[in-house]
């Protein structure tokens, strides 16, 4: 199974972007997939993850400026990221879980992701 993400680049603030992880080696649709991003000296964090079913998960610093979808003709996930700031600048990882998705009470954070892609740099400049 390989992840590779592509989209990243430098953005202005308020501008946008489209990340995609493109899947290989499995149908993406039946299994969890999602976003975590690690910004310089800081701590990775999960951005957004989208179920098996549909049901997306997102940060709260990202609600309302990220949608996560999946294109099951081309096996790829993709990260729309809106209203874009500083403190969004980070690597964003493709990842890919192949156990039971996020819910209430894991969030993101507290589920582990069996697949990772090599990630994506985004700079948002102020």
């Known amino acids: 199974v390989h992840l590779v993400e592509s989209g990243g680049g430098v953005a202005q603030t308020g501008g946008s972007l489209r990340l995609a992880c493109e899947v290989s080696?499995?149908?993406?649709?039946?299994?969890?997939i999602g976003w975590f991003r690690q910004a310089h000296e800081r701590e990775r964090e999960g951005v957004s993850c989208?179920?098996?079913?549909?049901?997306?998960y997102y940060r709260d610093s990202v609600k309302g400026r990220f949608t996560i979808t999946r294109d099951k003709a081309k096996n790829t996930a993709y990260l729309q990221m809106e209203s874009l700031k500083p403190e969004d600048t980070a690597v964003y990882y493709c990842?890919?879980?192949?156990?039971?998705?996020?819910?209430?009470?894991?969030?993101?954070?507290?589920?582990?992701?069996?697949?990772w892609g090599q990630g994506t740099s985004v700079t948002v400049s102020s």
């Open positions: 989208i179920n098996s079913d549909g049901s997306p």
């Open positions: 990842v890919l879980r192949l156990g039971p998705g996020w819910n209430m009470a894991t969030g993101m954070e507290g589920l582990e992701f069996d697949y």
């Open positions: 080696g499995l149908f993406l649709d039946s299994y969890a």
